[in-house]
């Protein structure tokens, strides 16, 4: 199929806003029904149930946007730098509210920012292969400037979602949509970085990584 061959920069654009408008839709949307919960609710048990949940939902929302500014947005110039410390507390942030615990062993440094950005999906795609909850492991080889990746995602059975697979290994997707533009944008900076990502079911796991081309 020839979709992704054809797919422009202001289609791409337009699909990841799609994306990142649809995680905020619906925290921003409870924050909403709190606070006309406390517009219209007199008793003192509702109104403290409307603010615990518009400051959940807040900090659902915030986690979810400061994300995705680092995975999606263009975090500074080109050829900028990117504090892998300040990508530890929006990983974990964000994982914070998902079923699955971060386990985060990748040491502080500066590194180019398409790096961090790749790593960053790497998490988003690890995430979704363990819908039910687990543990994702995050490991990083090798220097700062030239990095290799490996995530590990344990849970209940853990699994590759359709199509998946075959759109990280390069393959034209069946589809291009909001829905697969993740992995299709995770391609996208993994061939700008000069590297080739692989993922593969085993056992009780999925196991994905990212390195340079051979």
Not at 70 to 76: I, K, N, Q, T
Not at 122 to 127: D, G, H, P, V
Request: aromatic share 4%.
């Amino acid at each position: 199929m020839s979709e992704l061959k054809e797919l422009s920069s202001l289609d791409l654009s337009a699909l990841v806003a799609s994306r990142v408008c649809h995680d905020i839709i619906s925290p921003v949307g409870a924050i909403t029904n709190g606070l006309e919960v406390l517009d219209e609710e007199g008793s003192e048990d509702m109104r403290e149930f409307a603010m615990d949940l518009i400051r959940k939902s807040a900090r659902q929302a915030s986690a979810k946007l400061q994300f995705a500014r680092l995975a999606f947005g263009a975090a500074g110039s080109a050829g900028a730098e990117i504090d892998l410390g300040d990508a530890q507390v929006v990983a974990t942030g964000f994982m914070e509210n998902e079923k699955s615990n971060l386990d985060w062993q990748v040491t502080r440094h500066l590194m180019p920012k398409n790096y961090v950005k790749l790593l960053l999906n790497l998490i988003l795609i690890a995430n979704q292969c363990v819908p039910r909850g687990g543990e994702i492991k995050v490991t990083m080889q090798g220097e700062p400037s030239s990095p290799s990746f490996e995530l590990v995602a344990n849970g209940q059975n853990p699994r590759i979602p359709l199509g998946m697979k075959e759109t990280l290994e390069g393959q034209e997707p069946e589809r291009v949509d909001a829905h697969s533009v993740q992995p299709i944008y995770t391609v996208l900076l993994a061939r700008e970085c000069g590297m080739i990502v692989v993922i593969n079911k085993e056992e009780d796991l999925v196991r994905i990584t990212a390195a340079a081309k051979a």
